[in-house]
């Protein structure tokens, strides 16, 4: 925390937009994100949500403005997170281990225990439901924190219970001070008392209504 007793800024994007071509996929954004907050990023399919992850995390190079990030950044789409022939277990030990994080067996297994793939860690990634991966890639998040964590519909395929464990992920990361970002339009994720809520339509924001009391959504 700072002086003022505000959760530092992991992440300051200035008059951050993306192109593609004549194509304006995201109008020039600001927006502060503070260590240990979730802020939900709304909007129909097409709106610019994926695209503003993405600058987030350092995946795509903005048109314009800039970017600073306090960290490491991690992009997780649902479902996304590890090859066809990979085992689940295989997929967050890798991964954990190319992050330089100590004991990724246990890592590993404490993770799929969490979102309840145990039984099938040792399965191909290829062979699991939709909604099984999509539990994969929240292991990964669990395995292999990072300042930053960009959920990309994480509750895209998975039912009620899956929803459940989504929100208890969030809960999780931000009591460890993780700063997270949310792509959503799933309506029971967005009742969820996250710190901030970003509402894009057409790649511009709409209405934003930072909360003076921390960090987040600090528009300029």
Same mark, same amino acid.
């Given at each position: 925390m700072d002086r003022t007793g505000r959760s530092a800024a992991v992440l300051r994007l200035?008059?951050? @937009?993306? #192109?593609?071509?004549?194509?304006?996929?995201? %109008? &020039?954004? @600001? /927006?502060?994100?503070?260590?240990?907050?979730?802020?939900?990023?709304?909007? $129909?399919?097409?709106?610019?949500?994926?695209?503003?992850?993405?600058? $987030?995390?350092?995946?795509? +190079?903005?048109?314009?403005?800039?970017?600073? /990030?306090?960290?490491?950044?991690?992009?997780? &789409?649902?479902? %996304?997170?590890?090859?066809?022939?990979?085992?689940? #277990? @295989?997929?967050?030990? +890798?991964?954990?281990?190319?992050?330089? /994080?100590?004991? &990724?067996?246990? #890592?590993?297994? %404490?993770?799929?225990?969490?979102?309840?793939?145990?039984?099938?860690?040792?399965? &191909?990634?290829?062979? /699991?439901?939709?909604?099984? #991966? $999509?539990?994969l890639t929240l292991a990964l998040a669990l395995a292999c924190p990072a300042e930053l964590v960009c959920l990309d519909e994480p509750t895209a395929h998975l039912d009620a219970d899956g929803t459940e464990l989504v929100t208890r992920l969030l809960a999780r990361l931000r009591g460890t001070g993780t700063a997270v970002l949310v792509a959503t339009h799933d309506p029971a994720l967005l009742r969820w008392p996250a710190d901030g809520r970003i509402d894009l339509v057409l790649g511009r924001l709409v209405d934003p209504v930072p909360d003076p009391a921390r960090e987040v959504g600090a528009w300029r």
């Open positions: 200035r008059a951050v @937009s993306r #192109r593609y071509g004549s194509t304006q996929a995201l %109008a &020039p954004i @600001s /927006l502060t994100v503070a260590a240990g907050t979730v802020t939900l990023v709304a909007g $129909a399919n097409g709106s610019g949500k994926s695209t503003l992850l993405r600058l $987030a995390a350092g995946l795509l +190079v903005p048109s314009s403005g800039a970017r600073v /990030l306090a960290g490491r950044a991690r992009y997780l &789409p649902a479902g %996304a997170g590890a090859r066809a022939a990979q085992t689940a #277990r @295989s997929a967050i030990r +890798v991964a954990a281990g190319l992050a330089g /994080l100590p004991d &990724p067996h246990a #890592r590993a297994a %404490a993770a799929l225990a969490e979102v309840e793939l145990t039984a099938l860690a040792d399965r &191909p990634a290829g062979t /699991l439901s939709a909604g099984q #991966r $999509a539990r």
